[in-house]
């Protein structure tokens, strides 16, 4: 007898239900996104417009570049903005995929409308710009847009989202290097708030030299918040539970949380006991309902977590490493051998 057992066909409605419920599940999913991404942009423009703009801070980006080339060679912004962007959508459609090129189309389009308006309402009746925190705050008032625009940077790239300019080139060298993004943003910006020393228009030497540290100073703040909210969303940990109960918390963690357990040979030193031990690698952010499981079952159990640097493969973050080809045909001939 044949012990392999043969599955029934799928019925048309259960595999009509099954496509209606992916297509559901993505619908929602870049909803979500979009809604995210608008939040995002909404802290933008809030920061840079009420924090950066009224106190003259210069900023990196594509705007930067535009204006650069504006005060050398006379042409208005609007034109070297949009041709830039041009280029880098061309790019970012064809390495990162028509899902990005359209957020980011999205993100330009209605960055651009919110600026708008938020510049209107922080702009006096006389044409001046309002300073929130008074005149001679503007070094207070650069940390505090800073920590704004580079949270809302975190919130427009964790949303699969790109705010356009120079956000493109940090996504596509994030998506084949393991290289941070605000590390990317930081080494692009700093060339060109650094060119602004050589651009009469902006002043004298000493002048310069104060927008270019004060925009030194954007880019580490912005980008070192950029850093730290993305590094925490992904940040993950890992559980070592000792527990006589190691089958029913593994069987409530696989099940209720759809995780992975992996099971280790423990022996007690002192008591000479055989005990089981569960390994867990999970995002922190599932570390209460972990916690919380654990607890129902076995009150008593010994748990250890600790913080981890990075965790690849499935379900967390990608090995994004290239391999000589040589080396990389090598491995795949023996393989295949």
């Not at 809302?152 to 699969?160: C, D």
Request: hydrophobic letters at 45%; charged letters at 15%.
């Amino acid at each position: 007898m044949n012990d392999k057992t043969k599955q029934a066909p799928l019925h048309k409605g259960a595999i009509r239900t099954e496509a209606t419920g992916s297509v559901y599940h993505t619908f929602w999913r870049e909803a979500k996104d979009y809604v995210f991404i608008t939040l995002g942009l909404m802290m933008y423009a809030f920061g840079w417009t009420v924090f950066l703009l009224p106190y003259g801070i210069v900023t990196g980006g594509v705007t930067g570049l535009a204006a650069i080339i504006y005060f050398t060679a006379g042409i208005p912004v609007v034109y070297p903005y949009f041709i830039i962007n041009v280029l880098l959508l061309g790019i970012a459609l064809k390495i990162l995929g028509w899902r990005f090129m359209m957020k980011t189309m999205y993100a330009i389009f209605m960055l651009s409308i919110i600026l708008a308006l938020a510049q209107d309402m922080v702009t006096k009746p006389d044409g001046t710009l309002m300073q929130v925190l008074g005149e001679g705050q503007a070094f207070m008032s650069l940390i505090i847009g800073c920590c704004i625009t580079g949270t809302s940077l975190a919130i427009v790239f964790l949303n699969n989202g790109s705010t356009g300019g120079t956000d493109i080139i940090a996504a596509c060298v994030n998506k084949y290097n393991n290289i941070s993004l605000g590390t990317v943003l930081i080494f692009v910006d700093l060339l060109i708030i650094g060119s602004c020393l050589f651009i009469p228009e902006f002043g004298d030497w000493l002048g310069r030299s104060y927008k270019v540290v004060f925009g030194l100073c954007t880019l580490v703040i912005e980008n070192f918040m950029l850093d730290y909210v993305m590094n925490a969303r992904r940040e993950s940990v890992q559980f070592m539970i000792f527990s006589r109960k190691h089958m029913e918390i593994a069987d409530a963690i696989g099940i209720q949380l759809n995780h992975g357990v992996t099971i280790l040979d423990g022996h007690g030193w002192y008591t000479g006991q055989e005990m089981k031990v569960l390994c867990i690698l999970a995002k922190k952010r599932e570390s209460t309902a972990i916690f919380r499981l654990i607890k129902m079952i076995d009150p008593n159990a010994f748990v250890s977590q600790s913080s981890v640097i990075g965790v690849y493969g499935e379900g967390f973050d990608e090995m994004k490493v290239k391999l000589p080809k040589n080396n990389e045909n090598s491995i795949r001939n023996k393989q295949q051998t």
